[in-house]
T-cell receptor, first 113, second 109 residues
Framework: EAGVAQSPRYKIIEKRQSVAFWCNPI?????LYWYQQILGQGPKLLIQ????????DSQLPKDRFSAERLKGVDSTLKIQPAKLEDSAVYLC???????????FGEGSWLTVV | GQQLNQSPQSMFIQEGEDVSMNCTSS?????WLWYKQEPGEGPVLLIA?????ELTSNGRLTAQFGITRKDSFLNISASIPSDVGIYFC?????????FGAGTILRVKS
């Protein structure tokens, strides 16, 4: 069974530029998550989707971050404009259904300079 | 919001030694999970615990779900160099997963 796929793996951008990350969850997983992991910390949930609907986006900085999962499968996370403090690993994860075990992708590593 | 206190922050041990780390919370969780993250990778699930008091093993790893549902520990026996990484505990209540800050494990051979 293929795992959670993410791209790009690494990205370096200047502040005020925009960036987008893509995620394809494990086949058949209805729930998709985006986490932000700052160096030295544990992952923090940004947004959770159930199929193509948003379940929780309470910790998403909506003035600059946006995410969508239009067809209920893959998802994109966008940051515009980026700030220095957005430098982090952006982890996509999925689970079969809400409350089931969550599996993570390898992450997209963002550096904002 | 919910917070997990994970300790120790880091450990530097001799190959062959046993390792113990734990997580505590002021909140109750229905599930405790332990993940390992290696450099450049995402967290990988090691052990999942679903019932208070549950003790589960996965090879050299043993984890327990505390009776109060507010804590969990992970033990690694006879450590080897490839055990190096960051170990995260995570508590899950319904669909919310909260992570500890991680324990950095270094093993010297």
């Amino acid at each position: 069974e293929a795992g959670v796929a993410q791209s790009p793996r690494y990205k370096i951008i200047e502040k005020r530029q925009s960036v987008a990350f893509w995620c394809n969850p494990i086949s058949g997983h209805a729930t998709l998550y985006w986490y932000q992991q700052i160096l030295g910390q544990g992952p923090k949930l940004l947004i959770q989707f159930q199929n193509n609907g948003v379940v929780d986006d309470s910790q998403l900085p909506k003035d600059r971050f946006s995410a969508e999962r239009l067809k209920g499968v893959d998802s994109t996370l966008k940051i515009q404009p980026a700030k220095l403090e957005d430098s982090a690993v952006y982890l996509c994860a999925s689970s079969r259904w809400t409350g089931n075990t969550i599996y993570f992708g390898e992450g997209s590593w963002l550096t904002v300079v | 919001g919910q917070q997990l206190n994970q300790s120790p922050q880091s450990m530097f041990i001799q190959e062959g030694e046993d390792v113990s780390m734990n997580c505590t919370s002021s909140s109750i969780f229905n599930t405790w999970l332990w993940y390992k993250q290696e450099p450049g990778e995402g967290p990988v699930l090691l052990i999942a615990l679903y019932k208070a008091g549950e003790l589960t093993s996965n090879g050299r790893l043993t984890a327990q779900f505390g009776i109060t549902r507010k804590d969990s520990f992970l033990n690694i026996s006879a450590s080897i160099p490839s055990d190096v990484g960051i170990y995260f505990c995570a508590g899950q209540l319904t669909d919310k997963l909260v992570f500890g800050a991680g324990t950095i494990l270094r093993v010297k051979s």
